[in-house]
């Protein structure tokens, strides 16, 4: 049997997890459990840029994956960097099991916006989708419509939808 789980790691809401297992399943016909809390690995965090480096977050999803797993994503709340970039909204490894997503800058509050559950969860099963197809060994697509197209900002994700063009999704059924 299939199993992809996802790890809450840190203040993540039960809607936000509902969120997750609904667009899993939905996205990747995929069984989806969610684990326990995990805290916030300490040593991710970067006292200079006040951020959390994403792959130091990434390598204690993988550390914390079942054996059963197929896949395995990691959600946060904490804003997460690489230190090429100023900032990610998730990373995954190519191909790989592993994948986190940070909800920090999918929030409308963060860009001095009144809360709203509705975008956020959207831009959350967007993201999902695009990080678990990069373990599917999906890269960015140029269509600007497809999960799989690059988001270098909150409105690229606006753009786009929780599913994949036909190329990408040719792909992903080779791999499923």
Same mark, same amino acid.
């Given at each position: 049997?299939?199993?992809?789980?996802?790890?809450?790691?840190?203040?993540?809401?039960?809607?936000?997890?509902?969120?997750? #297992? @609904?667009?899993?399943?939905?996205?990747?016909?995929?069984?989806?459990?969610?684990?326990? +809390?995990?805290?916030? $690995?300490?040593?991710?965090?970067?006292?200079?840029?006040?951020?959390?480096?994403?792959?130091?977050?990434? @390598? #204690?999803?993988?550390?914390?994956? $079942?054996?059963?797993?197929?896949?395995? *994503?990691?959600?946060?709340?904490?804003?997460?960097?690489?230190?090429?970039?100023?900032?990610?909204?998730?990373?995954?490894?190519?191909?790989?099991?592993?994948?986190?997503?940070?909800?920090?800058?999918?929030?409308?509050? +963060?860009?001095?916006?009144? #809360?709203?559950?509705? *975008?956020?969860?959207?831009?959350?099963? @967007?993201?999902?989708?695009?990080?678990?197809?990069?373990?599917?060994?999906?890269? &960015?697509? &140029?269509?600007?419509?497809?999960?799989? &197209?690059?988001?270098?900002?909150?409105?690229?994700?606006?753009?786009?939808?929780?599913?994949?063009?036909?190329?990408?999704? #040719?792909?992903?059924?080779? @791999?499923?």
């Amino acid at each position: 049997m299939n199993f992809i789980y996802v790890l809450p790691i840190g203040d993540i809401t039960k809607e936000m997890l509902g969120v997750a #297992r @609904k667009t899993i399943e939905k996205r990747f016909d995929y069984i989806c459990n969610v684990l326990d +809390y995990e805290e916030i $690995p300490e040593q991710a965090f970067d006292t200079e840029r006040c951020q959390y480096l994403s792959t130091e977050i990434l @390598k #204690r999803v993988l550390e914390l994956c $079942p054996e059963n797993a197929t896949k395995i *994503i990691g959600i946060t709340p904490v804003d997460l960097f690489i230190p090429i970039l100023t900032f990610v909204f998730g990373q995954a490894q190519l191909d790989g099991k592993a994948a986190v997503v940070s909800t920090h800058r999918l929030r409308q509050e +963060y860009y001095r916006l009144p #809360r709203n559950d509705t *975008i956020l969860f959207e831009r959350l099963s @967007k993201e999902i989708v695009h990080e678990l197809g990069h373990t599917f060994g999906m890269v &960015h697509c &140029h269509n600007s419509n497809c999960a799989m &197209h690059f988001s270098n900002a909150v409105r690229d994700i606006d753009v786009k939808k929780d599913t994949f063009c036909e190329s990408c999704l #040719r792909v992903l059924r080779r @791999k499923l």
